[in-house]
């Protein structure tokens, strides 16, 4: 990894500075234009912003940097997740776009949050050193902490900012005091001199050092709404503006478990043994609750919440395997996972308005009847995620769970298989309602906008077209983890 002074470094954080300089734009249109003709400007802006570091961010492809004396490393892993994360910048955008005038919500430091939690994003997945990575954690965060209560005068939307802020102080803390008791034990903030440290003979493992591996599993655990750190979920992804919600189910999660992976696959992997047990019950726990608890709301956003905890444990079969090369299927997974939920969302937004969202279960009765192509998508972002054929949906579980049985892991592979099936159920149940429920007078009235057509039909195309040619997808996401070969 070559290493570069910091007055010639800034050239490789392009992307972080645009979509700096973009929010920073946004909040200043916001304080010098009047309030009314600012939306539609500042999601301009904040599309281009995302456009343009989405633009630098695939030049660096390739690269291999330690910048600003290794508190930031430039790679394919990092970069990979930096781009997922702008994609769904731009998804989330565009969803946006009619969906803040809609709900009347304070649309310029709307727009800025978001960059700003993209920001966030992108410094926690490009960082090898535990101090940028809680930095970038932080910026997230706060963020999304406001994003969560912009529906003014919905006390749902102010429950669930107040309630993610006090949770996530607290999941917080247990990362910061993992990281601090790590350091205590090792002196040594830099995750691969860790892991070069604690396999050099001279390290003797301390309770001490377990229990700061632990803490790190419960402040990632929190944020990518693992069991039994899943308490906030529905809750907040209920109250929170939709577009948000579809926001955190993605964006937050694939942060989350980029730096999981970068902290334990390098500086705690010489330790596998003592975390893949702990894990191989998160993830059953996580998958098993996540579906059981799913069959039986009637609420869509609900229902989206519990099945993103239980997706949180399909990836976690992977992880739990602890084999560097399989870690691929996590990237892949969450590529996919992006698409399904982004577009199942934006079907949410559709047939939503201010005074009625229309998130019960029988707003969708007759769908089919009154807006057949809307039923059609909402069925293909429902069915890839049950993992039906030839969907992208199934390609991430055959591989998260081929790599199980790869790894000797049938047991896990077992259960992945039969929450899978059960899976099935609570979503072909919103189908049955879509095509053989009577509609209930105009519950459901669409609130069409072209930009959700465009993020509806973007995300189809992408599950569709990575459901039957996964390949290059594949060594895209096995390109990004060669760094921890």
Avoid at 280 to 299: K, P, R, Y
Avoid at 303 to 311: D, E, G, P, T, V
Avoid at 417 to 431: F, G, K
Wanted: one cysteine or more; charged letters at 10%; aromatic letters at 14%.
């Amino acid at each position: 990894m070559v290493v570069m002074k910091p007055e010639l470094a800034f050239g490789w954080i392009i992307p972080e500075i645009v979509i700096t300089l973009s929010a920073v734009f946004i909040l200043l249109l916001s304080a010098f234009r009047r309030k009314g003709d600012i939306g539609r400007l500042a999601g301009g802006v904040s599309l281009i912003g995302a456009g343009v570091a989405l633009f630098f961010t695939c030049r660096l492809w390739n690269s291999a940097i330690d910048i600003f004396n290794g508190l930031y490393t430039i790679d394919n892993f990092g970069l990979f997740f930096k781009a997922l994360a702008l994609v769904i910048s731009l998804l989330v955008t565009l969803l946006s776009l009619r969906y803040v005038e809609r709900e009347e919500m304070i649309k310029g430091e709307y727009y800025a949050l978001l960059l700003f939690g993209i920001l966030g994003m992108m410094i926690m997945v490009s960082s090898n050193h535990f101090v940028t990575i809680f930095i970038g954690l932080e910026v997230m965060s706060i963020a999304i902490y406001v994003l969560c209560g912009l529906l003014i005068g919905n006390p749902r939307s102010a429950e669930a900012s107040l309630k993610y802020f006090l949770l996530g102080a607290f999941a917080t803390a247990f990362l910061l005091y993992g990281i601090a008791l790590i350091y205590g034990t090792t002196g040594i903030l830099d995750v691969r001199e860790i892991a070069r440290y604690v396999t050099s003979g001279n390290f003797l493992i301390t309770p001490a050092f377990m229990a700061g591996m632990a803490l790190l599993i419960v402040g990632f655990g929190f944020k990518t709404a693992s069991v039994p750190f899943h308490m906030w979920t529905p809750d907040v992804y209920e109250g929170a503006p939709t577009s948000i919600t579809a926001y955190m189910a993605t964006g937050v999660k694939a942060a989350a478990f980029g730096a999981f992976l970068r902290v334990f696959y390098t500086a705690l992997y010489p330790f596998l043994t003592e975390w893949t047990g702990l894990l191989w019950i998160i993830a059953v726990l996580t998958m098993t609750l996540g579906n059981i608890t799913a069959l039986m709301q009637n609420d869509i956003k609900r229902m989206l919440a519990y099945s993103s905890i239980a997706h949180a444990g399909y990836i976690l079969i992977a992880f739990t395997v602890g084999d560097k090369v399989f870690s691929a299927s996590i990237l892949y997974y969450l590529l996919v996972y992006t698409f399904m939920n982004i577009g199942a969302f934006a079907v949410v937004i559709l047939l939503g308005r201010k005074e009625a969202p229309n998130t019960g279960i029988e707003s969708y009765a007759g769908l089919a009847t009154r807006h057949p192509m809307i039923a059609l998508a909402m069925s293909v972002f429902l069915l890839s995620l049950a993992g039906v054929p030839p969907l992208a949906g199934f390609m991430g579980k055959f591989y998260v769970l081929s790599d199980a049985i790869k790894a000797g892991y049938y047991w896990l592979a077992i259960i992945g298989v039969l929450n899978s099936v059960v899976a099935v159920y609570y979503y072909l149940r919103v189908i049955m309602y879509m095509y053989f429920k009577e509609p209930e007078g105009e519950i459901g009235r669409m609130d069409p906008s072209p930009a959700y057509a465009v993020v509806i039909g973007i995300s189809i195309w992408a599950l569709i077209h990575m459901g039957i040619f996964p390949r290059s997808f594949l060594l895209i996401a096995r390109e990004s983890v060669n760094i921890f070969m």
